[in-house]
């Protein structure tokens, strides 16, 4: 079976304070992980893969498959990251289906 | 957005009446995908499709059914409407060629009273 924990409901941060969304897998196999981002009652949208390593609105996320961790980082937070934030898995098995966590709730403060 | 609309995006409906969510694609994806977002539980799959008329159960699928008669069209019916069945519903398409990358729609509001 396959999981995504998102330990925190909301985190609270300051503008320009470093951000830090956690988010643990459980997988037995080799997973394609994903964070995705959803502003104020609109769709989803990716933010990141882990295959494609990319750099997106200043967010990185690395996948640590000793800890079985993909957190997601930010030097500086801005007040249009305010959202929010899915991690998610693809396994390997048929329909190539995404697992999500919970969701974390991001509020950028000035 | 690849292509993706729901309708209706928004409903209110009684608890008992049977209620269809369409999803319609323009851009001749293989998978579709629905699922519910509710807080506390994030996005949970209620069931997804692999071609016309193959389709497949999600973790919460009891009291949903879906159809797909053409590659363009995913449908969700409620059979019979409950209050646990308000929800945020999303459609959602992979494009294989981008490290299977998914996609949503907008969303359908549903609320059941």
């Known amino acids: 079976a396959q999981r995504v924990t998102q330990p925190e409901k909301l985190l609270s941060v300051f503008k320009g304070a470093p951000v830090e969304l956690k988010c643990n897998y459980s997988?037995?196999?080799?997973?394609?992980l994903f964070w995705y981002v959803q502003y104020s009652r609109q769709r989803l949208q990716l933010l990141l893969r882990?295959?494609s390593r990319e750099s997106i609105k200043g967010f990185t996320a690395d996948l640590n498959k000793g800890e079985t961790s993909f957190h997601l980082k930010k030097p500086f937070a801005q007040e249009e990251d305010s959202a929010m934030y899915y991690c998610?898995?693809?396994?390997?098995?048929?329909?190539?289906?995404?697992?999500f966590g919970t969701g974390t709730q991001l509020k950028v403060e000035l | 957005d690849a292509g993706i609309t729901q309708s209706p995006r928004h409903k209110v409906t009684e608890t008992g009446t049977p209620v269809t969510l369409r999803c319609h694609q323009t851009?001749?994806?293989?998978?579709m995908y629905w699922y519910r977002q509710d807080p506390g539980h994030g996005l949970r799959l209620i069931h997804y499709?692999?071609?016309?008329?193959?389709?497949d159960k999600g973790e919460v699928s009891d009291g949903y059914s879906v159809s797909r008669s053409k590659t363009e069209d995913f449908l969700l019916t409620l059979e019979s409407a409950t209050s646990s069945q308000t929800s945020v519903y999303f459609c959602?398409?992979?494009?294989?060629?981008?490290?299977?990358?998914?996609?949503f729609g907008e969303g359908s509001w549903l609320t059941v009273v």
């Open positions: 882990h295959i």
């Open positions: 959602a398409t992979i494009t294989p060629g981008a490290g299977n990358t998914i996609y």
């Open positions: 851009e001749n994806h293989r998978y």
């Open positions: 998610a898995l693809s396994g390997t098995g048929g329909g190539n289906k995404l697992t």
């Open positions: 997988y037995s196999g080799s997973p394609e």
């Open positions: 499709s692999y071609g016309v008329k193959d389709t």
